[in-house]
């Protein structure tokens, strides 16, 4: 059993940073971020493997998010630059036991989520 708690959302100016954290208790593997707009589906928005050596994001992220994670700790981080208003959305930490290619691109059900964090970003 996993359980993950993020944390770090909040309210920024477009254009700004914001860093998002996920603790998680129990062994994780592929470890991935999700976000849920309102009125919209949950989507993708990056990934990284258990050593770290391996990330993906989704396109609308890249060159703007980058995910990093302490082992030491049991923490993903999401580190997220030049904000847009579109970027708004809960965000969800995810485990999952699969080092696959489709789950390192959320192609999968992850098995573990945490509860969400709000960021929403101003024009």
């Known amino acids: 059993q996993v359980q993950l708690v993020e944390s770090g959302g909040g309210l920024v100016q477009a254009g700004g940073s914001l860093r998002l954290s996920c603790a998680a208790s129990g062994r994780t593997y592929t470890m991935g971020w999700f976000r849920q707009a309102p009125g919209k589906e949950r989507d993708f928005v990056a990934a990284?493997?258990?050593?770290?050596?391996?990330?993906y994001y989704a396109d609308s992220v890249k060159g703007r998010f980058t995910i990093s994670r302490d082992n030491a700790k049991n923490t993903v981080y999401l580190q997220m630059n030049s904000l847009k208003p579109e970027d708004t959305a809960v965000y969800y930490c995810?485990?999952?036991?699969?080092?696959?290619?489709?789950?390192?691109?959320?192609?999968?059900?992850?098995?573990?989520w945490g509860q969400g964090t709000q960021v929403t970003v101003s024009s």
């Open positions: 995810a485990s999952d036991s699969r080092i696959t290619l489709a789950a390192m691109r959320g192609l999968v059900d992850y098995e573990y």
């Open positions: 990284i493997t258990w050593s770290g050596g391996v990330t």
